[in-house]
Nanobody, 119 residues
Framework: QVQLVESGGGLVQAGGSLRLSCAAS????????MDWFRQAPGKGREFVGR????????DYADSVKGRFTISRDNAKNTVYLQMNSLKPGDTAVYYC????????????WGQGTQVTVSS
């Protein structure tokens, strides 16, 4: 059974930092690209960024570019989202998702972790 478990969310002041983790199990982690999404209250799901299966490349939404960094440790089956210079607009539930390198959509999703940024 595939599981993606996010952790590291919480309450932080504007300008602060948080690091989210997403631990994967039940899949061959090293062949999956990993995505981060977020969903703010009353809004649709927003793509945050993606790291390739090898970790050699990452892409980000314009809204987080330069502030957020995605990394992964294939030996630990874990992907990370380092969030710096947080803004109140970053408040959302953050989800990780796994996309097989040959898939056209995300195959597995985590349950999400809440990030709240106070002004």
């Amino acid at each position: 059974q595939v599981q993606l478990v996010e952790s590291g969310g919480g309450l932080v002041q504007a300008g602060g930092s948080l690091r989210l983790s997403c631990a994967a199990s039940g899949l061959t982690f090293s062949v999956y690209d990993m995505d981060w999404f977020r969903q703010a209250p009353g809004k649709g799901r927003e793509f945050v960024g993606r790291i390739t299966w090898s970790g050699n490349s990452a892409d980000y939404a314009d809204s987080v570019k330069g502030r957020f960094t995605i990394s992964r440790d294939n030996a630990k089956n874990t992907v990370y989202l380092q969030m710096n210079s947080l803004k109140p607009g970053d408040t959302a539930v953050y989800y990780c998702a796994a996309r097989h390198q040959h898939s056209i959509q995300d195959d597995y999703w985590g349950q999400g972790t809440q990030v709240t940024v106070s002004s």
